[in-house]
């Protein structure tokens, strides 16, 4: 998820209205939410198996839906782990 960059420039104009900078950011910012979280919580990210391939090594923790083969993953010391289920 891309969160937008706090910008520090001026909020509200004259009459007390968002300024058109701090209306794109925040409009980015609620964008990012809707696509990434659902009434029930966190939607994982997904990308295809060579796309995840391309973009390892990925951060310790951080959890990716394999949409080719169908898997949720978790990247753990460095090597990505399939999550499994019972």
Known sequence: MAIPVLEN???????GYLTPEWRNIL????DMLQVNFSEE???MPSQTADDITTIAPITNGTMIYDST????????????KIITTS
């Open 9 to 15: 420039i001026k909020m509200t104009d004259e009459r």
């Open 27 to 30: 409009q980015a910012l609620f």
């Open 41 to 43: 919580g966190l939607i």
């Open 69 to 80: 083969n169908k898997l949720a993953k978790i990247v753990i010391d460095g090597a990505l």
